[in-house]
């Protein structure tokens, strides 16, 4: 069965404080790995997608790395903006699909 | 501003009422998706639309969820005889088609059902 599993649940980190969110996922043929940000009571909003191992992209002080089991958002010296959930999602290939598997996402919450 | 709309973005409604919901996709993408999440939870694929075909179902979407998105452009989400476990955020997303075809996301319908 697909799956996308994050860690850790909940991330406090104080402000300037570097760190790595992780993405493992077990999805049949995979073609494409999504990132994702989260403010409370808003929908989900697109950061980044990797789609083959060894790709890297950057977006401000985020980095999002892929391999061929995992995937990482580095945050590098994190500000309280910076606080909400992060989605990990990733899609598989086959048929009609087109749909996303999510991970249950990492709480981050940044103090000044 | 050019992006997925949903309406509305609250409903409170009683145990066995019947609502909808309506999502705008971003006006150049034709493949339309709902998501169901409940709190602490990812998203959870509903349905699939690429034009106005519903080509993916979930098993998530018992009987009493229906969607359609008749001209290829809006679509709408019903739910009859609704239930306290159906009390989630709604979402839609869209995308273009191709390989990268990232989905983008709407605000959400917060349903609450009594």
């Known amino acids: 069965e697909d799956q996308v599993t994050q860690s850790p649940e909940a991330l406090r980190l104080q402000e300037g404080e570097s760190s790595s969110l992780n993405c493992s996922y077990t999805?049949?043929?995979?073609?494409?790995l999504f990132w994702y940000r989260q403010d409370p009571g808003k929908g989900p909003e697109f950061l980044f997608t990797?789609?083959?191992a060894g790709e890297e992209k950057e977006k401000e002080r985020l980095k999002a790395t892929l391999t061929k089991k995992e995937s990482f958002l580095h945050i590098t010296a994190p500000k309280p903006e910076d606080s909400a959930t992060y989605l990990c999602?990733?899609?598989?290939?086959?048929?009609?699909?087109?749909?996303?598997?999510f991970g249950t996402g990492t709480l981050l919450a940044v103090q000044p | 501003d050019t992006g997925v709309s949903q309406d509305p973005r609250h409903k409170i409604t009683k145990r066995g009422q019947n609502v909808t919901f309506r999502c705008d996709p971003i006006?150049?993408?034709?493949?339309l998706y709902w998501y169901r999440q409940t709190l602490g939870q990812g998203p959870e694929f509903l349905t699939y639309?690429?034009?106005?075909?519903?080509?993916?179902k979930s098993r998530l979407l018992s009987d009493r969820f229906s969607a359609e998105r008749p001209k290829g452009s809006f679509s709408t989400l019903e739910i009859q005889r609704t239930e306290q476990g159906d009390s989630a955020m709604y979402l839609c997303?869209?995308?273009?088609?191709?390989?990268?075809?990232?989905?983008?996301f709407g605000p959400g319908t917060r349903l609450t059902v009594l």
């Open positions: 639309f690429q034009n106005e075909a519903q080509l993916e």
């Open positions: 990797l789609y083959s």
């Open positions: 999602a990733g899609r598989n290939y086959g048929g009609a699909t087109n749909k996303l598997i």
């Open positions: 999805v049949s043929g995979l073609r494409g």
């Open positions: 006006s150049e993408h034709n493949r």
């Open positions: 997303a869209s995308s273009s088609t191709g390989d990268y075809n990232e989905q983008f």
